[in-house]
């Protein structure tokens, strides 16, 4: 009776020190969280980045020297010339495109045509629709005292979101100056990386794991949220260019819409109309027509050369992480929710399909199964 109350007194004494030890583990990892939840898209953005351009800096490092240093430095300075020109122009056009709207709300040179007698016998909605635009022609004003409200909201909304690709912006080009901090000590982060994934599933997986969350990141981050950055460069400095008004914005759609993987020729098509009604048909705007669709055309060029050697990931799980990426991160969670998606999809389904298969005949000795086998072959009469 003794025994068994000292052996409940200790069992019950390791489950509290395991609890207790347990919370302040919990407690320490919440309260790591907190402080390093504001850095979190900046420093995932990073790494995903150091991954992506990690096999370039090793094929020009032994060109520079097998300098580290030097070469993430190259690979940074380069990257930033040539990011910071489209993403200026196109910061500009954003903005211009914003004050000009709010500009003509502004003025009394808003000019709206007569409504046609024919959207009037529409069914449903043709004579409010009718009354609306003839208010909307004959007194301006009005219509706008009673829309201001709206307007207001949308436009603060609008700016708010603005605001965020701006700031998407700046943690793109600070997430790409740490990306090469991170590409200069590279061979000690894969060591690490490796380490810490076999500390978490044991020697014959974490290497393996630590493979597949590299092969993904480099095929999502190239064939899927990089084809699209550039068509959104290529797209939006053509309608810089061309004066396009609101380039700024339609290259944003161009952008989501590369990233869903839809055809960003879409985006393309209509402006190309659009130039042709305003400006006529003359060298320029045909040049223009002929660039627009070559380069809302361009994935089907580029994913050949950048998502072939990558790891197949459904286009669903992509769409989910760019919107959900979007509506909790913003406009470079965008560029992160596919990412990190599409990893956690390609570890799901690893876990998945590496179960253990279990013979009832291999859980036998060895030796027996000779007499087993002998046994079954010779049945006793």
Same mark, same amino acid.
């Given at each position: 009776m003794l025994r068994t109350n000292i052996s409940a007194r200790a069992l019950s004494g390791g489950l509290l020190d395991v609890l207790i030890r347990a919370g302040l583990i919990t407690v320490l990892v919440l309260f790591c969280f907190q402080i390093?939840?504001?850095?979190?898209?900046?420093?995932?953005?990073?790494?995903?980045?150091?991954?992506?351009? $990690? /096999?370039?800096?090793?094929?020009? +490092?032994? *060109?520079?020297?097998? +300098?580290?240093?030097?070469?993430?430095?190259?690979?940074?300075?380069?990257?930033?010339?040539?990011?910071?020109?489209?993403?200026?122009?196109?910061?500009?056009?954003?903005? &211009?495109?914003?004050?000009?709207?709010?500009?003509?709300? *502004?003025?009394?040179s808003l000019e709206i045509p007569l409504p046609s007698e024919k959207i009037a016998t529409l069914p449903l909605i043709g004579k409010p629709l009718?009354?609306?635009?003839?208010?909307?022609?004959? &007194?301006?004003?009005?219509?706008?005292? *009673?829309?201001? /409200? $709206?307007?207001?909201t949308v436009g603060l909304t609008l700016l708010g979101k603005m605001a965020g690709v701006g700031v998407g912006f700046l943690l793109f080009i600070g997430a790409l100056i740490i990306a090469g901090?991170?590409?200069?000590?590279?061979?000690?982060?894969?060591?690490?990386?490796?380490?810490?994934?076999?500390?978490?599933?044991?020697?014959?997986?974490?290497?393996?794991?630590?493979?597949?969350?590299?092969?993904?990141?480099?095929?999502?981050?190239?064939?899927?949220?990089?084809?699209?950055?550039?068509?959104m460069l290529l797209v939006g400095v053509g309608f810089v260019l061309m004066g396009v008004p609101g380039a700024g914005l339609l290259a944003m759609v161009a952008l989501l819409m590369g990233i869903m993987q839809l055809p960003v020729i879409l985006v393309s098509l209509p402006v190309i109309a659009y130039v042709f009604a305003t400006e006529g048909t003359t060298l320029a705007t045909i040049v223009f027509a002929i660039y627009s669709v070559v380069a809302g055309m361009a994935d089907n060029i580029l994913k050949p050369l950048m998502l072939g050697r990558g790891v197949d990931v459904p286009m669903p799980v992509i769409l989910i992480g760019a919107l959900g990426g979007m509506v909790t991160g913003g406009f470079i969670g965008?560029?992160?929710?596919?990412?990190?998606?599409?990893?956690?999809?390609?570890?799901?389904?690893?876990?998945?399909?590496?179960? /253990?298969?279990? &013979?009832?005949l291999d859980e036998q000795p060895r030796d027996e199964q000779p007499r087993i086998e002998a046994a079954n072959e010779h049945p006793p009469v």
């Open positions: 390093f939840h504001p850095f979190l898209n900046l420093m995932l953005w990073a790494v995903i980045l150091a991954i992506t351009l $990690y /096999p370039l800096h090793c094929m020009l +490092k032994g *060109k520079l020297g097998n +300098k580290d240093g030097r070469t993430a430095t190259l690979i940074v300075v380069v990257a930033l010339a040539l990011l910071m020109v489209p993403i200026y122009l196109l910061g500009t056009s954003i903005s &211009d495109s914003i004050e000009g709207a709010l500009a003509i709300l *502004k003025s009394d009718y009354s609306f635009w003839m208010q909307s022609a004959t &007194d301006m004003s009005s219509v706008l005292m *009673k829309l201001m /409200p $709206y307007i207001k901090v991170l590409m200069a000590y590279g061979e000690k982060g894969e060591r690490s990386a490796i380490a810490i994934a076999t500390r978490l599933s044991g020697p014959e997986r974490g290497p393996r794991i630590t493979e597949l969350c590299t092969a993904t990141i480099r095929a999502v981050a190239q064939g899927v949220v990089g084809i699209a950055f550039i068509q965008l560029f992160i929710g596919p990412v990190v998606l599409a990893v956690a999809y390609q570890l799901f389904w690893q876990w998945v399909e590496d179960q /253990p298969q279990i &013979d009832a």
